[in-house]
Each structure stands twice: as C-alpha cells, then as structure tokens.
C-alpha cells in the first residue's frame, strides 16, 4: 500500500563477504531441486531526536513488493517534509509499475535481470528527483528543497540498492556490517581525493555539505549496486541522524536482537550519544 502522509512508513570488512556463491554442479544440471525461495521481512522506525522541533525524515516498508526506502528531507519545515515524503511517494508508484516481471522468474538471475532491476531503480529516483524539482517551480517557497533517498529493492536472489545523498545502506553478515553505498558529501569526496585524513574528516565544518540530492536539480546521478542474497543476510538503511553517531562494531551486535527490538535500540543509541537530528532506520531481514 503507498505510504501515508505522516512519517511513519510502515572500518569496512572484507568485499568477498558479499561476494556471490556459484552454484554446485548438482544445482546447474538439475539433479536437486532449487532451494525454497528466501523471505525478507522489513521493520522501521523514525524519531524528532532531542534537539529537532520537527521530524523531515520518511521511512517506507513494503515486504510485499520487496521495496525499502529512507529519506531524510532538506530545505526546512515545512520544505524538507515535502521533498521526502514527495520523493519516496513517486519512488514507489515507479518501481510498483516497472517491476513486472521482475517478480515472477522462477530461476537464477541473469545479466540481464540484475541490468533491468538496476535500471529501474535507477528510473524511479529520477522521477523523485524531477517531481520535487516541479513542485519547487511551481512553489517558489519550495525552491532548492530536496532530499537523500537510500533504497533497496529485494527480489529473488538478488537485491539493488539505489543512493543519492548521505544516508546509508549497510550489509551485515556473520558479524561483519559493510557500507554498501557512498555518502555523497564534499568531505566523503576530500577523503575519496586524499585532500584530508579522517582525522580532517571528524572536524570538518563541511560534514554536512551535500553534493547529490534528489530533487534541487532535475537530474541527478544515481548510485545502483546489486547484492547477492544468502539466508541470514540483513540489511540496515538509515538517515545520517543514526550514522553519525555509529561504530562499525556496533551494527552486528544490535541487529542480533532483530526486529522491532534492533530498530529501537537503533533509535535508543543515537539518542544516548547525542540526538542532534531526526533518526530514522530500516532493518531488512532475509531468511
């Protein structure tokens, strides 16, 4: 169902973490049968924080579908509420109507599943960002407002993240969590140049400074990657309200409690060790 109005939608490890499994000879010339197909199950949560007067975060769970979303608004009240809840509400009638017959293959993916898949992710966040770029024509009040949007489309055996902005999507597995997209910010950029150290990076006055957002222009380039799906795969999405304030070494151990209860105690941390922003996380568990 589309998300309602209000905003509750319902250092790295190694890469081989996530790398794909090849498939047992048995399982290529069909002498056993496919395993059962794998299920996946979303929680969310967003909070004000402890020093914001209104939350422009947007969260969306839709296990159904296969589609998760969090976006954190910018352009002030009323403004950043806009742009998110406009972005994520676009996002999810694109990928709702593109996604065909992406639900119904029965096999392995293919180049080209992963190619279509990305491509639709992809399609869906430029339609976000050339809406909320209209809305702002039309309203000058709203010019210049956009948002992040972190996205996760879960299929089969594969999912695809889709990234503009700073929130994040991580992957964890075995008590490793790995950053699967990159923040889009000037000083994520510096780092990625060698211009400063991380130790530059912690005092920046530029932490903040966005370089891609959805919906202040109208086109934006739009990061994809597909991952591989085993059993006991989760992934954690969430706003720079909760990151900021995370270890890697604290991600494993919290999405251990699962669920509701992961996601709160999410929420509980960031809190604890500061609340400065709105705090919105995703939890996606594959089983």
């Keep these: 169902m589309p998300p309602s109005d209000d905003n509750r939608r319902t250092t790295k490890p190694p890469p081989r973490v996530f790398t794909p499994r090849a498939p047992s000879p048995a399982a290529v010339t069909g002498s056993i049968p496919p395993p059962p197909p794998l299920r996946h199950v979303g929680h969310g949560l967003t909070d004000l924080g402890r020093k914001r007067k209104s939350n422009e975060d947007v969260f969306f769970v839709d296990d159904e579908l296969g589609l998760y979303v969090v976006a954190d608004g910018m352009g002030g009240h009323p403004a950043g509420e806009v742009a998110s809840r406009e972005a994520v509400d676009a996002l999810f009638g694109m990928v709702k109507r593109g996604i065909g017959s992406l639900k ?14 990305s491509r639709l992710m992809e399609s869906a966040v430029q339609a976000a960002t050339y809406h909320i770029y209209s809305i702002g024509e039309v309203e000058p009040a709203k010019s210049g407002m956009g948002t992040t949007i972190s996205a996760l489309l879960v299929l089969q055996d594969f999912a695809v993240t889709a990234q503009v902005g700073d929130s994040r999507i991580y992957g964890v597995r075995g008590g490793a969590a790995e950053q699967l997209t990159e923040d889009h910010t000037l000083v994520a950029w510096q780092l990625k140049q060698g211009l400063i150290t991380p130790q530059d990076a ?4 530029h932490r903040n400074v966005i370089m891609r957002a959805v919906g202040n222009r109208d086109y934006v380039q739009v990061d994809t990657r597909a991952v591989p799906l085993d059993k006991g795969l989760r992934f954690l999405l969430c706003s720079d309200g909760l990151h900021v304030y995370l270890k890697d070494e604290d991600i494993p151990e919290i999405v251990k409690q699962g669920g509701p209860s992961a996601v709160r105690r999410f929420i509980d941390l960031a809190n604890e060790r500061g609340g400065k922003d709105n705090i919105t996380v995703v939890l996606v568990e594959v089983d």
């Design 104 to 117: 119904e293959y029965d096999g392995p993916s293919s180049e080209e599943d992963l190619h279509v898949a």
């Design 202 to 205: 912690a005092k920046s006055p």
